[in-house]
């Protein structure tokens, strides 16, 4: 299978993972889910590319970078900050997009760099791996992460 093909594959598949974990876990009432969640996708690219990004390394992508970029709004007031990930130095990947309106798509792999994304410039590309090692280590994204990867399993 092509990359570009196999990278929306594990895209909308993790991504669909994620929604049911979230769902089962509030339909429980589990109270591990983090406070960004709640307005899902919107407050949680951060954590969700994360988590994309591990588990495509998982899967065998590599040379993944967590790009965050900030947009300060014409009219003043705090920053808008988003999370997405550029993969294989070739894929500018997210899945948390959809949350703006310009997006217009459920996920986004692109060869260059979206069209919604061009107010976050600059923006800057961490290694994953780096990333990783400050991020993630709070018992609620364990726990989710968790019952994320059971979702995952099931076919």
């Known amino acids: 299978m092509e990359t570009k093909s196999r990278l929306e594959s594990a895209c909308y598949h993790v991504k669909k993972a994620l929604i049911e974990t979230l769902n089962e876990s509030w339909d429980k009432g589990d109270p591990f889910v983090p406070s960004e969640f ?16 591990k588990m495509l390394m998982e899967i ?9 970029g900030s947009h300060r709004k014409p009219t003043g007031g705090s920053a808008n900050n988003h999370v997405w990930l550029f993969v294989n130095s070739k894929f500018y990947v997210d899945i948390t997009g959809n949350q703006f309106k310009e997006c217009g798509q459920e996920i986004v792999v692109s060869n260059e760099i979206p069209k919604y994304l061009s107010n976050y410039f600059p923006f ?20 989710l992460e968790a019952a994320f990867r059971t979702t995952l399993e099931q076919p």
């Open 60 to 68: 065998g992508f590599q040379d993944i970078h967590v790009c965050n």
């Open 38 to 53: 709640d307005s899902f996708p919107r407050g949680a690219c951060e954590v969700t590319s994360l988590w994309l990004g």
């Open 124 to 143: 800057t590309k961490t290694p994953l791996e780096k990333y990783l090692a400050v991020c993630l280590t709070d018992n609620n994204y364990v726990e």
